[in-house]
């Protein structure tokens, strides 16, 4: 089983950046890939980012391309999601989400993947 822990949200007003954590409780392996989606109230869970192990992408929605930055460090486990520039509408509880043997095409559903954290609060607002 694996478990995913995300940190490093917070409150931060327009323009500012922020970075967030992901960790994971087992060795991340081969044709696994990990993303991010977040959730705003009252909308449903969106993709913004993944990237696959051991090598793939990372992949962006086209509302944080050129602002968000997904990263992994493969000997600790872990992936980050640098944003910049943040706006409002960047607002919402961040989740980090696992899924072994993913291709592709099935980056983008929150239905194909497995492991979820717990989520990480963003807030951007003046």
């Known amino acids: 089983q694996v478990q995913l822990a995300e940190s490093g949200g917070g409150m931060v007003q327009p323009g500012d950046s922020l970075r967030l954590s992901c960790s994971s409780s087992a060795r991340i392996r081969d044709r696994f890939a990990m993303a991010w989606f977040r959730q705003a109230p009252e909308k449903e869970r969106e993709f913004v980012a993944a990237?696959?192990?051991?090598?793939?992408?990372?992949y962006y929605d086209d509302s944080v391309k050129g602002r968000f930055a997904m990263s992994r460090d493969s000997a600790k486990n872990m992936v980050y999601l640098q944003m910049s520039n943040l706006k409002p509408e960047d607002t919402a509880i961040y989740y980090c989400?696992?899924?072994?043997?993913?291709?592709?095409?099935?980056?983008?559903?929150?239905?194909?993947?497995?492991?979820w954290g717990q989520g990480a609060q963003v807030t951007v607002s003046p």
């Open positions: 990237i696959m192990w051991p090598t793939g992408g990372p």
């Open positions: 989400a696992g899924g072994p043997r993913l291709i592709w095409s099935s980056l983008w559903s929150a239905n194909n993947y497995a492991y």
